[in-house]
């Protein structure tokens, strides 16, 4: 596998590449725009670790298969072994986190879902995870207070502050942990905002993650 873990120094960190657990219609505004009901527990999905990659290559997918939406993501990394963790255990599993994208081939996911069947076919695809280099936890103040925003070709698409999610955290970490159990390597996408749409050839993507006097970017762009 080409992917690996990285830290925003440029480093390798010693986690293989895991699954990814992710959060659906974890922003009330997003799960209105797509008229989808306002999940009570979280809505949880898997994708393979073979979907990763590296937000410095380009993406790309199955154009045959219909559009593919961008949905912009707060991610994070997990560092230890989590089943049923208390909330101190949880956080302390945390190693760092990015900002990736959960591609989505819409035109799928919406056949699928008129079927009642699973989504992976529409969000699993290899490559369907451009993930960002992973800012260390102890390097972010709040976790909680997080601005994420996505422009594509200098227009803004998404934008978000963490404290809209409908939950946190602390939340996914101990949910996804007593479903799935999860490991070293392992990635917990936390939900997109409202604002998902098609991505075009030559598109240029800008992610931003702020935070109070902090600031962290990351780029890449659809294959031409």
């Known amino acids: ?66 559009s593919c939406h961008h949905e912009l993501e707060l991610c994070l990394l997990i560092s230890k072994h989590l089943e049923c963790p208390s909330p101190k255990q949880a956080m302390e599993a945390v190693w760092g986190y990015t900002l990736g994208l959960d591609l989505t081939l819409r035109d799928q996911q919406n056949l699928l879902k008129a079927k009642a069947m699973p989504w992976e076919r529409a969000k699993s695809f290899a490559g369907s995870a ?14 909680r207070d997080l601005q994420l925003e996505l ?53 240029e993507l800008h992610l931003q993650l702020q935070g109070a006097e902090q600031h962290w970017t990351w780029k890449t762009r659809v294959a031409g």
């Open 1 to 66: 596998m080409s992917y690996q873990h990285k830290d925003i120094y440029g480093r390798l960190l010693p986690f293989s590449p895991g699954k990814l657990v992710c959060a659906g219609r974890n922003y009330r505004a997003h799960a209105e725009e797509l008229g989808n009901e306002v999940p009570d527990q979280p809505m949880l999905f898997i994708k393979p670790a073979s979907a990763l990659q590296s937000m410095t290559k380009p993406i790309q997918w199955p154009q045959v298969l219909g």
């Open 130 to 143: 451009p993930m960002g280099s992973f800012i260390p936890a102890g390097e972010i103040n709040s976790v």
């Open 151 to 203: 422009q594509i070709n200098g227009g803004v698409r998404q934008a978000a502050e963490t404290n809209a999610m409908i939950f946190n955290v602390l939340e996914l970490i101990c949910e996804a942990s007593s479903t799935f159990t999860l490991q070293p390597g392992d990635i917990i996408m936390t939900g997109t905002p409202a604002g998902v749409g098609s991505l075009r050839r030559g598109d």
